[in-house]
């Protein structure tokens, strides 16, 4: 299958300070971003440069957002995996679809983002009755990890980290959990996608317990009925004006 068809290149820019995180989560991906600064000093002394991360937690909670800001506070092209694509009814084209991707993003220096990587790092220990066929592609991302260039970045995501094989968990040097976020953070999130728009269309009952993909498009949607209704009033106005001025 052409490398094309196995990858999406996303060009969305989003920065890291569009990105809500915990406070520990933070810490970890500018460490994370610090190294690759300091890279040249870090060799001196035979300090490693981390170029793994598994992004776990709830869906809508900002994994694949974060992965994005990663890549362009890096500098780095940002490859996503088309798993629609990837995955085959033949294990062994599975591997090669995977090899090339693996292949292309190393040889960019690009980071590389697995959503859903729980749907190709399947458990060998799975009681799945293709469990031969799965072992076997397994092995072949352990393999394919193990020789990425470290110039290269590979961010995986998750939603169950649970099935997720071992041996894969081992060899993600950073693991980072979204959970969904509290009152306080929502608060923030919808101050920030809100501060563009005028006071009387932010004038709507905030939604809480919701992911922030879910506030988002709640928060959006309540902005457009509110100025939908008031465009409607003014038609309505227009219409009124124009035909008293008629009599």
Do not use: W
Request: charged share 30%; glycine share 4%; net charge negative.
């Amino acid at each position: 299958m052409n490398i094309h068809d196995l990858i999406i290149k996303d060009r969305e820019v989003i920065a890291l300070d569009d990105v809500f995180l915990s406070n520990e989560s933070q810490k970890m991906i500018q460490q994370f971003i610090k190294e690759y600064k300091y890279v040249e000093e870090l060799s001196k002394y035979n300090l490693p440069v981390n170029n793994t991360m598994l992004l776990s937690g709830s869906s809508g909670c900002g994994k694949t957002t974060t992965a994005k800001a990663i890549a362009n506070r890096l500098g780095k092209k940002i490859y996503v995996l088309n798993l629609s694509n990837i995955i085959c009814s033949k294990i062994g084209e599975t591997s090669q679809n995977l090899k090339q991707v693996f292949d292309k993003a190393g040889k960019d220096k690009a980071v590389l983002f697995l959503d859903e990587f729980d749907q190709i790092g399947k458990s060998r220990d799975n009681s799945d009755k293709e469990v031969g066929e799965m072992r076997r592609l397994v092995n072949t991302i352990i393999q394919l990890m193990d020789y990425y260039p470290k110039e290269a970045v590979l961010i995986c995501a998750t939603n169950h980290q649970e099935i997720i094989d071992t041996a894969l968990l081992r060899r993600f040097q950073l693991r980072i959990q979204f959970d969904m976020p509290n009152q306080e953070m929502l608060d923030k999130y919808y101050d920030k996608l809100l501060k563009e728009y005028p006071l009387e269309l932010q004038d709507f009952k905030r939604k809480y317990d919701v992911s922030y993909a879910e506030a988002k498009d709640y928060a959006l949607t309540e902005v457009k009925s509110i100025l939908i209704e008031q465009l409607e009033k003014e038609e309505s106005m227009e219409v009124i004006d124009d035909s008293s001025s008629k009599t």
